[in-house]
């Protein structure tokens, strides 16, 4: 959840950096990343090549109100 809550609130360019691992909360950068493949098997984010995105846009909104 934390490293969902960061992606929303941050972006998902540089998800090994500093300011990210910082908002999500995570001790080691390669966790963020383990995280995130988990979360495209199951297709609540994908990899574009240059940026993790949301499958689904309204999930990011909702993450943001919440």
Same mark, same amino acid.
Do not use: C, Y
């Given at each position: 959840?934390r490293?969902?809550?960061?992606?929303?609130?941050v972006?998902? *360019?540089? $998800?090994t950096?500093?300011?990210?691992?910082?908002?999500a909360?995570?001790?080691?950068?390669? &966790?963020v990343?383990?995280?995130?493949r988990?979360?495209?098997d199951? *297709?609540? $984010?994908?990899?574009d090549?240059?940026a993790?995105?949301?499958?689904?846009?309204?999930?990011? &909104?909702?993450?943001l109100?919440?």
């Amino acid at each position: 959840m934390r490293v969902l809550h960061a992606l929303a609130r941050v972006g998902g *360019k540089t $998800v090994t950096g500093k300011q990210f691992v910082r908002e999500a909360a995570v001790s080691n950068p390669s &966790a963020v990343t383990v995280a995130l493949r988990r979360m495209e098997d199951a *297709k609540i $984010v994908w990899h574009d090549g240059h940026a993790w995105r949301f499958t689904n846009p309204f999930l990011r &909104a909702w993450l943001l109100s919440h």
